[in-house]
């Protein structure tokens, strides 16, 4: 696949991630905290999930959820979802998933998740 295609398919691919539902999420962000509340409750991790409401720094007429994520683990110690990207603070580093860097939100949600069972489980 081209640079175009891969452009073009990737405008399309996140368009429905990127609209708000009705609980003022994106479709992204619901589809992200569902699966990672999975692995964690599979695994017998605790979390907690806290959830504000942000200022778009590009429109500010326009404001997003944010969700935090509390874990306690030795190793992950939070995860943040955004509108577009994922995020994990482990090992004393942030990773970051950002939307830009993947064909569509499912491939971007399903690095996410398999990088936090790795590391997850690692400890």
């Avoid at 619901?30 to 979390?47: C, Q, Y």
């Amino acid at each position: 696949m081209n640079r175009k295609e891969w452009n073009e398919t990737h405008k399309k691919n996140w368009q429905g991630g990127l609209k708000k539902t009705e609980n003022g999420r994106t479709t992204f962000q619901s589809i992200a905290i569902k699966e990672l509340t999975n692995v964690l409750s599979n695994l017998a991790i605790a979390f907690e999930i806290q959830e504000s409401t942000v200022q778009d720094i590009t429109d500010r007429k326009s404001e997003y959820k944010m969700l935090e994520i509390d874990i306690n683990h030795s190793c992950v110690t939070n995860c943040f979802i955004y509108f577009d990207q994922l995020d994990i603070s482990a090992d004393k580093e942030t990773l970051h998933f950002e939307h830009q860097g993947y064909i569509s939100p499912d491939s971007l949600i399903q690095s996410f998740l398999n990088v936090i069972t790795e590391k997850l489980e690692s400890y």
